[in-house]
T-cell receptor
C-alpha cells in the first residue's frame, strides 16, 4: 500500500513570496490533516479535512495560509505572503476515520520550508 | 482541553541500557494516546497506541508503554537500547470527538551511545 505522498520535499523562498505544498493521501482515507512542525517542537495542527469539507481550521493563520482539498483526495496548502516564522516542516497525514474511536494517522515525509 | 507534556527534551543512554521516555497527559475525557518516532528527514511513524483495551501496550521495535490513569502517564520503555533507536519521539493524544486531530508533545530526542 502506498503511503502519504508530499511534494516538494524541500523549498527555499524569500519572505513575502508565495509557496504551495501538495499532498496525496493514502487511497480511501477520508480524513486529511496538515500539521506545521517548527524546529524543536511537536507538530501542530493547521487544518483538518473530512472528504472535501473543513472540520477544523481554528489554528490556520487565514490572513496568509489557505488550503483546499478538491474532490476529497489531493490537497494543497498555500502560504502567501511568507514570513520568516513560517520556516518549518509541513506534514500531511491521513486516516480512515469514518467510524470507530481510534484515529490512527499516517504521515507523509513532510516538506521542509526555509524562508530567508 | 487536551495536552501532553514530555519530560526531558534530550535523553542519552548506552547501547543495551533501558530506555525510558516520559509522557504525561491532560484530558477531560478518557484519552487515546500514541507514541510516534521520527527519524531524520522522515515523517512520523506510529510506534504504539493506547485504545483503552489493555493498559500495557506493546509496539514495534521492542517498545512498550503503560497507561496509568492515577498518574496520568503513558511512559515509553524499551529494555535494551539499540543504536538504531536514535531518533525523536513524540507522545500524542486525541479525544473521541469529531475533531480527532492529534495534540503532540514537544518531543524527546533519544541518543544511544556505543
Amino acid at each position: 500500500e502506498a503511503g502519504v505522498a508530499q511534494s516538494p520535499r524541500y523549498k527555499i523562498i524569500e519572505k513575502r513570496q508565495s509557496v504551495a505544498f501538495w499532498c496525496n493521501p493514502i487511497s480511501g482515507h477520508a480524513t486529511l490533516y496538515w500539521y506545521q512542525q517548527i524546529l524543536g517542537q511537536g507538530p501542530k495542527l493547521l487544518i483538518q479535512f473530512q472528504n472535501n469539507g473543513v472540520v477544523d481550521d481554528s489554528q490556520l493563520p487565514k490572513d496568509r495560509f489557505s488550503a483546499e482539498r478538491l474532490k476529497g483526495v489531493d490537497s494543497t496548502l498555500k502560504i502567501q505572503p511568507a514570513k520568516l516564522e513560517d520556516s518549518a516542516v509541513y506534514l500531511c497525514a491521513s486516516s480512515l476515520v469514518a467510524g470507530g474511536s481510534v484515529n490512527e494517522q499516517f504521515f507523509g515525509p513532510g516538506t521542509r520550508l526555509t524562508v530567508l | 482541553a487536551q495536552s501532553v507534556t514530555q519530560l526531558g527534551s534530550h535523553v542519552s543512554v548506552s547501547e543495551g541500557a533501558l530506555v525510558l521516555l516520559r509522557c504525561n497527559y491532560s484530558s477531560s475525557v478518557p484519552p487515546y494516546l500514541f507514541w510516534y518516532v521520527q527519524y531524520p528527514n522522515q515523517g512520523l511513524q506510529l510506534l504504539l497506541k493506547y485504545t483503552s483495551a489493555a493498559t500495557l501496550v506493546k509496539g514495534i521495535n521492542g517498545f512498550e508503554a503503560e497507561f496509568k490513569k492515577s498518574e496520568t502517564s503513558f511512559h515509553l520503555t524499551k529494555p535494551s537500547a539499540h543504536m538504531s533507536d536514535a531518533a525523536e519521539y513524540f507522545c500524542a493524544v486525541h479525544m473521541d470527538t469529531g475533531r480527532r486531530a492529534l495534540t503532540f508533545g514537544s518531543g524527546t530526542r533519544l541518543q544511544v551511545q556505543p
